[in-house]
């Protein structure tokens, strides 16, 4: 009734017949206009309701799939011996990863753990006592070759807290064993899906981005060779390195070996001057210790070590990135200070994304 009213009111105001304004390709296109402006609304709306639902898992959810790329190679040979029976092929892939990356990794965090208790328990104030009287040898042996320098430090103040924080964060991850086994449930079962679907996620998002196929492949290549060249060039380079500085603690003497084999690869993250935080202090604890041939064969083992990765196995590694090492490494520094160790991962993703997408950009303008 109303919009009959309304309909006579226009005609006798305007003289012209409603319907026929409303069939008009003008009012069509701003139909269609408010209703494409609405539904980009909705959508916005509950794509964000949706990301924060997922929010306390999006580090399972991108660690899954960051890991689903790397290995597809293998699981697309399974799935070939398998005749392409994916859900075999993906149970199998995925069982083949817990062996290869997973179970590892719980038996050095357990063992890392168990070292960096073990060693902050054990050292009692007569342990620091002897600590302090090695670094005032040291202090000594440092005068010697530069009068009035000094160390002016206390072994308890700067050890102990190290190995609180190291002991207190690996006990609580070892005592929430229920989130751990939540966390890695649902890490598996992820990674599964990944396996058997990728195929499909891509396409369905090649479908749904308004970016020309090339485009779409670009950044889908950019983005694998991205996650390829951080965990194999980053990552990968990381842990071979603090296994083989592990052996050459366990050969030369140095305690809690696997503990500082954990330290080295954390500071291989950093480049330039990363394992020379763990080189120096180690060699100087076998020097002053009176170890003098303990500590000029590990000071070549580790400067051997430090050569063939930085020359040989880490560029090979981490050719593809497609990205400046200074980006890269801005990158994964702020991706760790913004997201946490998964930052490693996601800082140079976004990086990555970025240069694909600047380079698209000139050729989206010039096709408008």
């Keep these: 009734m109303k919009n009959k009213s309304q309909e006579m009111y226009f005609r006798t105001r305007s003289g012209v017949d409603a319907n026929k304004l409303a069939s008009t390709p003008l009012a069509s296109f701003e139909n269609q206009k408010i209703q494409s402006v609405l539904f980009l609304i909705i959508l916005a709306v509950i794509l964000a309701l949706f990301l924060l639902l997922l929010k306390p898992y999006l580090t399972i959810i991108i660690a899954s799939g960051a890991l689903a790329i790397v290995f597809a190679p293998l699981y697309n040979k399974i799935a070939k011996l398998l005749k392409q029976k994916k859900t075999l092929a993906s149970l199998l892939s995925v069982g083949l990863v817990t062996l290869i990356v997973l179970i590892p990794l719980f038996l050095i965090g357990f063992q890392v753990y168990r070292e960096a208790s073990g060693l902050y328990g054990g050292l009692s104030n007569s342990n620091f006592g002897q600590l302090n009287n090695l670094a005032d040898k040291a202090e000594k042996v440092a005068q010697k070759l530069s009068p009035g320098f000094s160390l002016n430090l206390n072994t308890q103040s700067v050890i102990s807290p190290i190995l609180s924080f190291t002991a207190g964060h690996l006990r609580g991850l070892f005592s929430g064993a229920a989130k751990l086994l939540l966390d890695l449930s649902l890490g598996l079962i992820a990674l599964f899906y990944f396996f058997k679907e990728g195929p499909a ?46 052996i050459g603690f366990l050969i030369f003497s140095v305690p809690n070996a696997a503990l500082w084999g954990t330290v080295a690869i954390i500071t291989s993250l950093i480049p330039g001057i990363g394992l020379a935080l763990v080189i120096i202090p180690a060699t100087l604890y076998l020097f002053i210790a009176d170890k003098f041939l303990l500590a000029l064969g590990f000071l070549i083992w580790a400067l051997l070590l430090n050569i063939i990765f930085d020359n040989i196995i880490g560029p090979k590694l981490k050719k593809g990135a497609g990205l400046h090492p200074l980006i890269i490494l801005f990158s994964v520094l702020g991706g760790i200070s913004l997201f946490g160790p998964i930052g490693i991962l996601i800082g140079p993703m976004i990086a990555s994304l970025l240069v694909v997408l600047l380079k698209i950009y000139p050729e989206i303008v010039n096709a408008n």
Aim: no cysteine; glycine share 8%; hydrophobic share 40%.
């Design 201 to 246: 996620i891509k396409k369905y998002l090649s479908e749904i981005s308004p970016l020309s196929d090339k485009n779409d492949n670009d950044i889908f290549s950019a983005l694998k060779k991205t996650i390829n060249a951080s965990l194999k060039g980053g990552l990968l380079t990381a842990i071979l390195q603090g296994f083989t500085f592990g």
